[in-house]
């Protein structure tokens, strides 16, 4: 018997479970005739879901000084907004966490 099938297994599986969760979205067509808002909702959702996964590290990676990620977020954001790009409001993110730090 193959002893690496133990391994194989639970790999294939995961593969599978990805990429049906994939392509669900080609096949589903409801998603199409949702109201505005509720569809408006389901775009901003994954933005949504970075929240509870950044917001804690922000405040509690820099311990003595845990004012200065907050801070970066808070311009960051402000930025994001207004310039609705990726990379200004990151390298301005890391310029003022690190001007905070100093």
């Known amino acids: 018997m193959n002893t690496n099938l133990p391994f194989i297994i639970p790999i294939l599986v995961s593969a599978l479970a ?3 969760v994939r392509m ?3 096949y589903v067509t409801f998603l199409d005739r949702l109201p505005p808002f509720l ?3 389901l775009r901003l959702l994954p933005i949504a879901a970075l929240g ?3 917001f804690p590290g922000v405040i509690m990676d820099f311990h003595p000084r845990w004012y200065a990620g907050l801070v970066a977020v808070m311009v960051s954001s402000i930025i994001a907004y207004r310039r609705n790009g990726m990379i200004i409001p990151i390298l301005t993110s890391i310029l003022v966490t690190y001007l905070l730090l100093l």
């Open 18 to 20: 990805t990429f049906l």
């Open 24 to 26: 669900l979205p080609y």
């Open 39 to 41: 569809s408006r909702s």
């Open 52 to 54: 509870p996964l950044i």
